[in-house]
Each structure stands twice: as structure tokens, then as C-alpha cells.
């Protein structure tokens, strides 16, 4: 029996391990989908309810799994869809290969209907790899050396196929002129730096007397090496956000999350450090890292493209993170003062009180912050979270403690809005035996994230596992941004802009047979969370908590708060639970005690 290049296509998927491509479909995928019906479905299509939540499925099963995604789209408008989850990809270092349908070559320079240049669409977000399959004889090439660069460059990629050619009947390249044949696997180098330059990054380490480490996503699955690396140099740890489930949160030098989103003990460690070690992180924000004249430092990151930046590093090291720190290790003198040691475990004790305090603050009706710190109470050890962006990520990353084995992530660089409920789905096709929890704003619900409810009602019977729980704060209020007009632009809440209209998103996940928990309680929040963990199928919580809350950074100055309280006091006066005289005590209630005057 002859075979189509879309046969060919799907079975070298297969070859490779793809278990799911996540799409939707259209004619100029035509091809492909005849081919999946005569493939029984292998890989199997997961169709979203939108081309932009199928790359954000590919993204969050490519966090969660440390494999390449898969998406689909036909060409135009589907293909137009994908971009935003495949730019999700390009800021995070994901691999994902997107593969879209064209209109048929014959059609192509015509101003065909759904005819869009799609290499020049994809150029910027699949740099890395975008190429158009035009014979045959290209297969399995492209397909190959997509999955390879995107695994390899920790990137997306894309392949375009003309409807026409996925139907054509498939001819395999030869031994001849201009063909190139292509081959499965890849096995991925663990590079070191040179011995002098880990000796040097060593005795720099050595000389400094209060070391702080950053460590990002890139030191994933080095718990055992970073651990002894603090030990040795009696470090604290900060972490960059992508990072936040990299490190323990229960380990006692481990100060938590860094940044506008960051903890009181980050911000400490980073004030007080002589040194600086930053592993496999990027992260961006160079007013959270030490004065530029306050430390020397040292950088590990495994691609000299992205090292030396942020700050400026004495010892930049290219490589892997965890080979690079077996070797630099035995170079290392452990440090007899634990001084430094004793003042970062101090202000990571203090800021988990600190934390548990704010938390527990009473709001109207629920302080969102609540939310997250009773989930942390209760977090299943072998839970996926996945937050969207908003005041959501905030709570996220401050109040929400991984103790090991627990994975997490969000929109790190892109921080785009919606893929808290995708990021959820794509983590449940990476590990249907594992529960998979998203926090997500009401923002974002009404933007996507309703929509793929209905995606999880429909695939949840297949994973051995049913529990993927959405826990929604809803404010009916665009809040993150609301806030941010407060704090830095002085301006009052623009209501045609940031209020919500109103819906129960608990009773819309009933309607379509998963379980919905309305709370509108404090004291209800920690009973719902341990219904929808019990639950026996996916589960939506609908908490209606205070958009008077305040996201403002823990670290944040007196005079910063009044800044905040002045803003709304000079316009927005109607908000809920502010009135004149106890404004700047309103916002002031969520941050911690105030030291030195600050």
C-alpha cells in the first residue's frame, strides 16, 4: 500500500515518541487529518477549542514533560492563531514544532483565499528552524531536524506544508545528488567549561564572605549539587520566577521568589551579598539583583548567547548546570562563619510568618492571597500548577510552597494573558497520573479559559488521574493592571477598561458535567480545595475575593505605599473597602512590619 507524505509524517512523529499533537482543523490540513483516521489516531490529535490553546497545550506538556510539543493548525487564520503560544515558547526555551497547512502550491503568489506568507509569518518566532515542504523527498528530513533544533536550541520550530503535498504519494530520498537522507535520535551534551576558568569562578567564591546564588529554571534537576553548593559557601538562594520549582521551598535557605513578585528574604539576600552565583537563570529586572558595585559574581548558563548579561559577572561559565557544578564543587572551602548563613535562614523564617500573616488577613469577602496559601497547606507532592499572569502570578510566587517533587510554571517572559487553564490541560497528557492545578484570574477566564473547560470535559475520562483543578479568583476586575495604574501611573481605576461583568464560572462548569464550587467565604476556601482534590473529575473553584488587595512587592517602601494610597485617594475613592481616612492602612495592612523607618 502506497503511503501519502502525511502518513509519512505522522509515523516519523511516532518515531519519535510524540504521544499527542495538540491542534485544531481546517482544509488545509486536510491531508493530515485523512492520514490520522487511517493511523487509528497515533499520534493521537487533542483538539483545543483554538489554534492559540493548542500551542498553549503543546507549551505546558513541553514544560511539564521535558519533551517536545506538537501543535497543528491549517494555514491563514489557523496557522496566524498559533503565534502567540509559539512566542510563549521562543521567551520560555521550550521546544515546540508547530506544524501548519498552506494552500496548495498551484494557489501559492495567486492572493489565494487563506494564502499568507507563512515563512515570513513564522521568521521571527521559529528562527531557529521554518521551512516549507515542498517535494516528497524533504521527509523525513524536516521533520527530524525540527524536533532536533527545537530539543536542542530549547526552542520552537515550524514546518509548512502545502495541502497539496501532504497528499502527494511519498517518495523517500536516495542515494543520489541532492537528497538528503535523516536519521532518529539525539543524544544531548552535557558540556564543562575549561578547569582554569571553573578554578577562577572557585576562588572567587571562596574569597566572598555573604554569597547569594540566583538560580533559574536552568538548574532544573540539580536540587543535590545547588544543595551542596550552599552548604559549602553558607548561601542563601533566591529564584527567578521560571525557577520557582527548582529548589524546595522548605529547605531554609531558599528565600523564595525574587523581583516585583519576589519575597522580603530575596530582597535581603540581594541587598547584603559581597557574591553573587546565578545558575541557569536570565532573569531580566537588573534594579533586584546587588548595587552593580556591590559583588563580584560568577554565571553558569549553558548557552554563551544569553551569559554575561543582567549583571556584571567577573567568571562567565558556559555549560551545564549540574556537570558544571560537580565541577566547580571540589574546588570549593566550606566557610566557618555561618553568620551570613544564620541572617538568611532568619529572614526566610520571618518572611514565611510574614507570608502566613498577609494570607490570613481578613478582606471582602475572600483575601486572594488565602487562596494560594491554603492550597500550599494541602499541595499534593506530586502536583502540576500552572498560573496564569495577572495578580494571579502574584500570589503564586509568594505564597505557594513546593516542597520537592512538585512542578509549577506560567508565562515567565512573555507573560501573556490565558495559559493558566491550557498550561493545566498540556500537563495532563504529560502526566495523566499526577493531579494538575491552575490559579487563574477572572481575566482570564472570560479571555480562553472557559472555552477549555470544555476540552478537559471532554478528555478527562482518558487520564488515570481525572483531577485538573481551576481555582478562579474572581474579582470581576482586571486587577493586576487596575493596580498598576495606582502604583505607577498615579491614576485612578479606569472602570470602562477594568471591570468584569459578572459570571459564575462555578455553575459553566457544571453545565458541562465537571464539578464547580462556589466560595464566597474565608472559612469555606480550605474545605473547597480539599473537595476539588477529592474530586472524582475535573473541578472549577469560583472564589469571589477583594480586588482591594494590593500586589504591591513585600518589599515595598512606606513611601511607596503612600504613593499607592495617594493615587487612589485622588480619584478612586469609590472602590470597594477604601475610604479617606484609612486608606493608606488599607493597602499598608497586606505588607509587613516596616523596619528602620522604611
Known sequence: MTQTVADVLLARLREWGV???????????????????????????????HEEMAAFEAVGFAKFSGTVGVCTATSGPGAIHLLNGLYDAKLDHVPVVAIVGQTARSAMGGSYQQEVDLISLFKDVCSDYVQMCTVPEQLPNLIDRAIRIAVSAQAPTCLIFPSDVLE?????????FKMVPSSLGLSAAATCPADAAVRQAADLLNAGSRVAMLVGQGARGCVAELTEVADLLGAGAAKALLGKDVLPDTLPWVTGSIGLLGTTASDALM???????????????????????????????????????????????????????????????????????????????DWWRTAERRAMTDADPVNPMRIVHELSERLPANAIVASDSGSSANWYARHLKFSGGQRGSLSGNLATMGPGVPYAIGAKWAHPDRPSIAIVGDGAMQMNGMAELITASRYWPQWADPRLV?????????????????????????????????????????????QGVNVEKPEDVGPAWDAALAADRPAVLDVRCDPDVPPIPPHATAAQVKDVASAVLHGDEDAAGFVRQGIKQKVQQYLPGTKGGE
Open 19 to 49: 504521544r499527542q499533537v495538540f491542534g485544531f482543523p481546517g482544509d488545509g490540513i486536510n491531508g493530515l487529518l485523512a492520514a490520522w483516521g487511517r493511523s487509528d489516531d497515533r499520534p493521537q490529535f487533542v483538539q483545543a477549542r
Open 470 to 514: 481551576v481555582a478562579v479568583l474572581h474579582n470581576d476586575d482586571l486587577n493586576q493592571v487596575t493596580w498598576e495604574m495606582r502604583a505607577m501611573g498615579g491614576a485612578p481605576k479606569f472602570a470602562a477598561s477594568q471591570s468584569l461583568p459578572d459570571v459564575d464560572y462555578a455553575a459553566f462548569a457544571r453545565s458541562i458535567g465537571l
Open 168 to 176: 502527494l504519494e511519498y517518495s523517500a530520498p536516495g542515494h543520489a
Open 271 to 349: 541587598k547584603g551579598c559581597d557574591t553573587l552565583l546565578t545558575v541557569g537563570s536570565n532573569f531580566p529586572y537588573t534594579q533586584f539583583y546587588p548595587a552593580l558595585d556591590q559583588a563580584k559574581a560568577v554565571q553558569i548558563d549553558r548557552s554563551g548567547a544569553w551569559i554575561g548579561m543582567r549583571y556584571p559577572y567577573d567568571v562567565n561559565l558556559v555549560g551545564d548546570a549540574r556537570t558544571t557544578l560537580q565541577a566547580l564543587i571540589p574546588l570549593l572551602h566550606r566557610k566557618s562563619d555561618r553568620s551570613w548563613r544564620e541572617d538568611v535562614e532568619s529572614e526566610v523564617a
